[in-house]
């Protein structure tokens, strides 16, 4: 399969989160090297989750998303927020899912260093 047909749940996700103006933006852009996301000093800049897919060597296929920033303020700056909240929320499920496969995917083949290396990242970062 071409990496650009490969479909969003077989990506890595990589999301950027925080408070407004803190340069979420202007990560993404310089990560991707593109001029992805508005970039600019005036908080709340982002309103909308902006992603995008692309391939991002070495990890291949990507999601790459911006998202507005999560102490917005207001009646608009509520539904911002909840818009910011959606997306982690979908990038850790994302994240279990692969984290589930690969444990899977590890018994099966009973591969003893790749159930080390999730142990560790299962002890070191609680579930995955
Ligand atoms: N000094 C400094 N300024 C930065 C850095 N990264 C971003 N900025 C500036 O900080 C301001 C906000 O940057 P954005 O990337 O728009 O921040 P954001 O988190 O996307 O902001 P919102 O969309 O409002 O949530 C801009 O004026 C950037 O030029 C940095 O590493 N150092
Ligand atoms: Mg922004």
Known sequence: MALNQTPAGERVHIGFFGR??????????????QELAVVSE?????????????????????????????DDEGELGDLRVRKSRKAIQQILQEADESCAKIAEQASQKKEEAVKAVIGKVVGTYGSC
């Open 20 to 33: 407004r103006n803190a340069g979420k933006s202007s990560l993404m852009n310089a990560v991707t090297g």
């Open 42 to 70: 005036v908080k709340g800049t982002t309103t909308d989750p902006v992603s995008k897919t692309m391939e991002l060597l070495p990890l291949g296929p990507v999601m790459v998303i911006d998202t507005p920033g999560i």
